[in-house]
C-alpha cells in the first residue's frame, strides 16, 4: 500500500467508528508524533559472532526462499 491508499483506507475505517473512538483514535495519533523514535544500535554482535562462507556454496533463489 502507498501512503494515499493507507489514508483513504484510515478515513473509511474511521466513518464507521462511534464519536469517542474517533478521538481516542486522534489523540494516538498525535502521541505518535511526540514519541521518539527508538534507534537500534548497528555491531550489537561485533567481536562475539563469527561467519564464513565455503567458496563452493551454492543455493537457489527459490532454495533460499522456501528455507
Do not use: C, W
Amino acid at each position: 500500500m502507498n501512503r494515499t491508499e493507507i489514508e483513504q483506507a484510515v478515513l473509511k475505517e474511521i466513518h464507521n467508528l462511534p464519536l469517542n473512538k474517533v478521538e481516542e483514535t486522534l489523540n494516538f495519533i498525535l502521541s505518535l508524533k511526540n514519541k521518539p523514535i527508538k534507534k537500534r544500535p548497528l555491531g550489537l554482535l561485533k567481536g562475539k559472532v563469527e561467519y564464513s562462507i565455503e567458496e563452493n556454496f551454492k543455493i537457489t533463489d527459490e532454495e533460499l526462499l522456501n528455507s
